[in-house]
């Protein structure tokens, strides 16, 4: 695929306005193509986020470090940690068709059909050693409330990684919201800010965020 005919595919996930009903079927029409259109954009938020974890948990401790991977679509970041050593990761994502694709990896426990962020949430809390994601902050995807998702179903001590596009932080929902409110979750001691990187190329032309938090 070329990269005009990804850039318009991908255009149409990110709409400002789309419910996020609209924005899963989207996803699940497209996930059998979902990888190939990564690649041809040089998407590199599944890499960014996974060499985070693997440099903070030691090789011997990953096959029992409980890991969850949110919106993890076709399960790209799981595929990378498991490369790497972890054993025990589990996927949160609500488009059925993505994670068709993801569960064919073999790299996921369990998973959950699910929504992050808007109040429905089932996963268990203080349950997971690392919570890693890459791409969920987008245009109508993840709301910023699901900052208190990812703290809440995140074991005290264990690690939030998340890597994004730096412009997205302009768009209607996270302007002047989504960084104030990360924030204000540390200034109330829910998190600690461990870590920010800054990539170049994130996806074709788009500089990329990837933050490190600790959860208090
Ligand atoms: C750009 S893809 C990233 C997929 C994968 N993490 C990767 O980096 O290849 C964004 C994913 O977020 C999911 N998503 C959208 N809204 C979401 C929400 N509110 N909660 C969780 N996932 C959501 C989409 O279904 C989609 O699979």
Redesign the pocket.
């Known amino acids: 695929m070329d990269q005009k005919t990804s850039h318009e595919i991908?255009s149409r996930?990110n709409v400002p306005g789309n419910s996020?009903d609209k924005?899963?079927e989207t996803?699940s029409e497209w996930a059998q193509h979902?990888?190939e259109i990564?690649v041809s954009l040089k998407?590199i938020?599944?890499e960014l986020?996974a060499n985070e974890v693997a440099a903070r948990i030691p090789q011997e401790k990953r096959g029992t470090m409980k890991v969850i991977?949110?919106?993890?679509?076709?399960?790209?970041?799981g595929r990378l940690l498991r490369d790497k050593g972890f054993s025990n990761i589990d996927a949160?994502?609500?488009?059925k068709g993505?994670l068709d694709v993801l569960k064919k990896t073999g790299a996921y426990t369990n998973t959950y059909v699910?929504?992050?962020?808007?109040g429905q949430n089932s996963v268990p809390e203080d349950t997971y050693d690392v919570l890693v994601?890459?791409?969920?902050f987008?245009e109508?995807?993840?709301?910023v409330s699901?900052i208190d998702d990812m703290i809440r179903i995140t074991k005290p001590g264990g690690l939030v990684i998340i890597?994004m596009r730096k412009s997205f932080l302009r768009c209607e929902e996270y302007k002047d919201r989504l960084i104030p409110y990360m924030d204000e979750m540390e200034r109330q001691g829910k998190w600690i800010k461990e870590d920010v990187e800054f990539v170049d190329e994130y996806v074709v032309n788009e500089i990329g965020i990837r933050f490190t938090y600790k959860v208090v």
């Open positions: 991908v996930f996020p924005v899963i996803y979902y990888d990564s998407y938020g599944p986020a991977d949110i919106a993890a679509g076709t399960g790209r970041v949160l994502e609500p488009s993505m699910e929504f992050l962020g808007v994601m890459a791409g969920g987008a109508g995807h993840i709301p699901g890597a």
